[in-house]
């Protein structure tokens, strides 16, 4: 089945503690993104990521590390997690024509204490 | 900028009236739109795509570049169409999807 995976899908950490989450997508697709979606705000990119090794800021990267070794994999970095990131995070993939529809992961509601 | 405005954070429409939600955009280029739907405790997923001019689940979104907006209508609510909706927009040549806020839609038996 294809299909966005991440993990963990619930995660509650304090102030300063680094964590990653983790993002793997089955369909071998070239464009990979993360998002955040808070109340009132919709979703915004964190970061995205076009091929293997190439990555790029989005709207909202401060705070936030990628890396992209790997086709299918895409983790997100949180090198010390501060009470504003709390959110739900979502990780999205693509294919590189033009008409490849945007598929989504479960997504992972972050807690930061 | 690149902008999208969904106005309204909350509908509530009876079962059986018509829907609309309302999607505006600001983009100077040629602007690629889409609407994505979250059922409760469910992923993202693609609804349409203006380029398709297709009708799922029986709804449809035209594309007014004149109006610069792009809202999505159904002539009938089911109370299986509650859900948060987006509108969202993807600039020519990025990689980028420009999110409005979400409107919550509840239909009402």
């Known amino acids: 089945e294809a299909q966005v995976t991440q993990n963990p899908r619930y995660l509650i950490t304090v102030t300063g503690k680094k964590l990653t989450v983790t993002c793997s997508q089955n369909m071998n697709h070239e464009y990979m993104s993360w998002y955040r979606q808070d109340p009132g705000l919709g979703l915004r990119q964190i970061y995205y990521s076009m091929n293997v090794e190439v990555t790029d800021k989005g709207d909202v990267p401060e705070g936030y590390k990628v890396s992209r070794k790997e086709k299918r994999n895409f983790p997100l970095i949180l090198e010390s997690p501060s009470p504003n990131q709390t959110s739900l995070y979502f990780c999205a993939s693509r294919g590189a024509g033009y008409l490849y529809e945007q598929y989504f992961g479960p997504g992972t509601r972050l807690t930061v204490t | 900028a690149q902008r999208v405005t969904q106005p309204e954070k909350l509908l509530s429409v009876f079962k059986g009236a018509p829907v609309e939600l309302k999607c505006n955009y600001s983009y100077s280029g040629s602007p690629e739109l889409f609407w994505y739907v979250q059922y409760s405790r469910q992923r993202l997923q693609l609804l349409l795509r203006h380029i398709s001019r297709e009708s799922i689940k029986g709804f449809t979104a035209d594309l007014n570049k004149g109006e610069t907006s792009f809202h999505l209508k159904k002539p009938f609510a089911q109370e299986e169409d509650s859900a948060m909706y987006y509108c969202?927009?993807?600039?020519?040549?990025?990689?980028?999807?420009?999110f409005g806020q979400g409107t919550r839609l509840t239909i009402n038996p």
């Open positions: 969202a927009l993807r600039i020519q040549g990025a990689q980028k999807l420009v």
